[in-house]
């Protein structure tokens, strides 16, 4: 029997990684999938990077080289945008920039395994 209470699950691979000074911790999230009981969304174009820092620590290596390569920092709620993606009467005006973006990374995805 379904959970009434359970709206939606997300399921994806985690890679964690820190520094020697454990003063950094790098997560990264990929394959993500968003489930609820009518539909799945699976986004393997999108890799979720969070940084977690110590409080005395403000300089962030990884985000310099991130940074380097174009990605910029973003908020991101795996579960916000899993209700936003699937909960269709739910109005989206506060998500649509992140929905845009992962649009765009959609198109690019598809277009570099065609070309590839």
Same mark, same amino acid.
């Given at each position: #029997?379904?959970?009434?209470? @359970?709206? #939606?699950?997300? *399921?994806?691979?985690? !890679?964690?990684?820190?520094? @020697? *000074? $454990?003063?950094?911790?790098?997560?990264?999230?990929?394959?993500?999938?968003?489930?609820?009981?009518?539909?799945?969304?699976?986004?393997?174009? &999108?890799? %979720? /990077?969070?940084?977690?820092?110590?409080?005395?620590?403000? $300089?962030?290596?990884? !985000?310099? %080289?991130?940074? @380097?390569?174009? /990605?910029? *920092?973003?908020? $991101?709620?795996?579960?916000?945008?899993?209700? +936003?993606?699937?909960? @269709?009467?739910?109005?989206?005006? +506060? $998500?649509?920039? /992140?929905?845009?973006? /992962? *649009?765009?990374?959609?198109?690019?995805?598809?277009?570099?395994? &065609?070309?590839?």
């Amino acid at each position: #029997m379904p959970n009434p209470l @359970k709206k #939606m699950t997300n *399921e994806f691979r985690r !890679i964690t990684l820190t520094n @020697k *000074e $454990f003063t950094e911790r790098i997560t990264i999230d990929l394959d993500i999938r968003l489930s609820n009981e009518h539909e799945t969304i699976h986004l393997p174009e &999108i890799a %979720v /990077i969070e940084v977690k820092q110590g409080k005395t620590d403000v $300089f962030s290596h990884t !985000i310099q %080289v991130l940074k @380097k390569f174009g /990605i910029r *920092e973003s908020s $991101f709620s795996k579960y916000a945008i899993g209700t +936003a993606l699937l909960e @269709k009467t739910l109005k989206h005006n +506060a $998500f649509k920039p /992140i929905l845009l973006k /992962i *649009e765009k990374l959609k198109k690019e995805y598809a277009n570099k395994r &065609i070309t590839a």
